[in-house]
């Protein structure tokens, strides 16, 4: 075995180490998250002035549980107050952590106030989150791009800095009729600039080979490998890591009844799992842009009613979002 390689070995080993010593993994850890029965937490994410003098109010949330989705409607259980209690929050609630989710516009006098989101989970855990303009809550795009794991937490480039958000158009009407276990095909273009650039997984081996002082090494090792030290390896952002890379992805933002999407979808929550096809997990690769840069989904809903579908374009540091209605009959 050559010393590069013995150095690669040695390098992977005192990750594994590091994960356990530094960051206390252990079963006792794992022992605090569930599968189902939590309770959700809203979040106030941040602000930021909109040219028209008005302010955007950002919020996202937390569901306790990694499978369960979670259905509250506007009203008693889920509202704003003061004012209006519907303010275009989502009534269906993805797994887990779920960042800059949806914006509320308030006045430019709004002043000192706060506006309060109120979420009572079907456990009976009340929680609110406090919207303010308070400086220290003022967001943009390097914040955006740090805090859902595209940058290290203070840290920037020009790339970075100069990094658009993808743009969205759903190319068909915004409202739609279709049958229970009828697939309703969605066609949606999406535009990009290309940043930030996506990294491939064996440019990945060889900064990893280059950062543990093994080099030559990078050569002997297959992309399988990589992923496994990825995974294994400690965090290196004190926030969440992610994958950049241009993705499209359809959710349910409102209704209640189970929906399937062909082809599956890349999450927009933060499952860390390795094979989620999720970002943030290990193992995920962007999915290939089409050509024309039209993405075709088909959505079957089981259950009749009315459902808003949610659409996320996201290049791994910012995103741009639209939405559909969808009236099911039976």
Not at 218 to 224: M, S
Not at 246 to 256: E, I, P, Q
């Amino acid at each position: 075995m050559s010393k590069d390689i013995k150095n690669l070995v040695s390098a992977f080993c005192m990750t594994i180490v590091a994960s356990i010593t530094l960051f206390g993994i252990s079963m006792d850890s794992y022992a605090q998250t569930y599968r189902s029965g939590q309770h959700l937490e809203p979040a106030f994410e941040g602000w930021r002035e909109n040219e028209d003098g008005t302010f955007s109010f950002i919020f996202g949330y937390m569901n306790e549980n990694w499978e369960e989705e979670l259905n509250i409607p506007v009203g008693e259980n889920n509202h704003f107050s003061p004012g209006d209690p519907e303010r275009g929050q989502p009534t269906h609630f993805l797994p887990r952590r779920n960042r800059f989710t949806f914006e509320v516009v308030v006045p430019s006098d709004w002043g000192d106030k706060e506006l309060v989101w109120t979420l009572t989970s079907p456990n009976g855990i009340v929680r609110q989150a406090y919207a303010s303009l308070a400086r220290d809550y003022v967001v943009d795009n390097v914040v955006i791009a740090s805090e859902t794991g595209s940058l290290g937490p203070g840290t920037s480039s020009p790339e970075s800095r100069s990094n658009t958000p993808p743009e969205v158009s759903i190319i068909g009407d915004p409202i739609r009729t279709v049958q229970v276990g009828q697939p309703l095909r969605i066609s949606t273009e999406v535009h990009d600039d290309g940043l930030p650039r996506t990294v491939n997984i064996m440019e990945q081996a060889r900064r990893f080979a280059r950062a543990t002082g093994a080099g030559a090494a990078a050569a002997f090792i297959t992309p399988d490998a990589v992923n496994k030290m990825r995974m294994m390896s400690p965090p290196q952002k004190i926030t969440v890591g992610k994958i950049n890379g241009l993705y499209l992805s359809w959710n349910v933002y409102r209704g209640d009844g189970a929906v399937q999407f062909n082809p599956p979808q890349s999450k927009v929550w933060e499952d860390t799992r390795a094979g989620s096809n999720s970002p943030w997990g290990g193992l995920w690769t962007p999915p290939a842009i089409p050509e024309n840069g039209v993405y075709e989904v088909e959505v079957t809903f089981q259950e009749p009613g009315r459902y808003v579908l949610w659409a996320r374009a996201d290049d791994g540091g910012l995103f741009h979002d639209q939405y559909i209605e969808v009236n099911v009959t039976p």
